[in-house]
Nanobody, 128 residues
Framework: VQLQASGGGLVQAGGSLRLACTFSERTFTTYAMAWFRQAPGNDREFVAYIGDDDTYLRYADSVKGRFLISRDSANNKLDLQMYNLKPEDTARYYC??????????????????????WGQGTQVTVSS
């Protein structure tokens, strides 16, 4: 499986960006997907998650109400629409995929270690 993220760039505070992530295999619908981000000197942090059937969505508190995660199963694509961007959103954004399977612990989707495949990331820079 290969993931390819795109759509990053430089934007002013209050602006919008839409990130995309393409998934290389036809098994896309058997994977749950997520976006993470990492700023220099920081750990990789969870941003948003979408289950394999599109019905289970979760967001980090810092982006709730501003970011929307969605998936296009017909085109094997994951999107992240970002509105009202803030300077603190500046980071490299990564898409990630994990095979759908049962987990015993809640909030597992927030943990990078739970994901099987990662894209190379795309840089988002928000100027004040």
């Amino acid at each position: 499986v290969q993931l390819q993220a795109s759509g990053g760039g430089l934007v002013q505070a209050g602006g919008s960006l839409r990130l995309a992530c393409t998934f290389s295999e036809r098994t896309f619908t058997t994977y749950a997907m997520a976006w993470f981000r990492q700023a220099p000197g920081n750990d990789r942090e969870f941003v948003a998650y979408i289950g394999d059937d599109d019905t289970y969505l979760r967001y980090a508190d810092s982006v709730k109400g501003r970011f929307l995660i969605s998936r296009d199963s017909a085109n094997n694509k994951l999107d992240l629409q970002m509105y009202n961007l803030k300077p603190e959103d500046t980071a490299r954004y990564y898409c990630a995929a994990t095979r759908s399977r049962s987990r015993s612990h809640t909030n597992w989707y927030r943990l990078p270690v739970e994901y099987d495949y990662w894209g190379q990331g795309t840089q988002v820079t928000v100027s004040s």
